[in-house]
Nanobody, 124 residues
Framework: QVQLVESGGGLVQAGGSLRLSCALSGRALSLYAMGWFRQAPGKDREFVARISRSGGATWHADSVKGRFTISRENAKNTVYLQMNNLKPEDTAVYYC?????????????????WGKGTLVTVSS
């Protein structure tokens, strides 16, 4: 059974940085394209970034482009989200998700497995 566990969230001041990690267990990470999504209070879950199975292709939402970077280490079964220059509007629960395809998807409904999320709070 595939399980995803996120870590690295916390409270940070605007302009600061955090690195989120997502550890996959139960199968090899290399079988999945991976994505990060987030959900702020009262809002729908939204796409943040995704990465292909090999790590050779990445996509980032316009709202985080140039500030966030997704990466993966298949040997460690771990995916990362480096978040720099954080803004108060980045405050949300961040979720890691897996998709059994080569390139993944921006759509939450297309993802096959989800973690429970990690809270990121950015103070102004």
């Amino acid at each position: 059974q595939v399980q995803l566990v996120e870590s690295g969230g916390g409270l940070v001041q605007a302009g600061g940085s955090l690195r989120l990690s997502c550890a996959l267990s139960g199968r090899a990470l290399s079988l999945y394209a991976m994505g990060w999504f987030r959900q702020a209070p009262g809002k729908d879950r939204e796409f943040v970034a995704r990465i292909s199975r090999s790590g050779g292709a990445t996509w980032h939402a316009d709202s985080v482009k140039g500030r966030f970077t997704i990466s993966r280490e298949n040997a460690k079964n771990t995916v990362y989200l480096q978040m720099n220059n954080l803004k108060p509007e980045d405050t949300a629960v961040y979720y890691c998700a897996a998709n059994m395809s080569t390139y993944g998807s921006n759509k939450p409904d297309d993802m096959d497995y989800w973690g429970k999320g990690t809270l990121v709070t950015v103070s102004s």
